[in-house]
């Protein structure tokens, strides 16, 4: 009986992972945007949702990541 509990506890660990893991990543990939941070050490924030400036600035920022790699 033991066996079955030990194999029943690392399935539902592992689902719970892999559950955990998948909702990490999604909220992840939804969070895009650009933060600009200034001299004076102030930060603006732009998400994908505030503009159409943050979709230009997000896409050049790709663009100048792929080419340095």
């Not at 998400?47 to 790699?69: F, P």
């Amino acid at each position: 009986m033991a066996k079955g509990r030990y194999f029943f506890t690392g399935l539902l660990l592992s689902v719970a992972s892999a559950l955990g893991l998948t909702y990490l990543l999604r909220r992840i990939r939804r969070q895009q945007g650009v933060e600009l941070y200034f001299d004076d050490g102030s930060m603006l924030a732009i998400n994908d949702q505030s503009s159409e400036l943050s979709a230009k600035l997000t896409a050049m920022t790709e663009e100048l990541l792929r080419q340095s790699l």
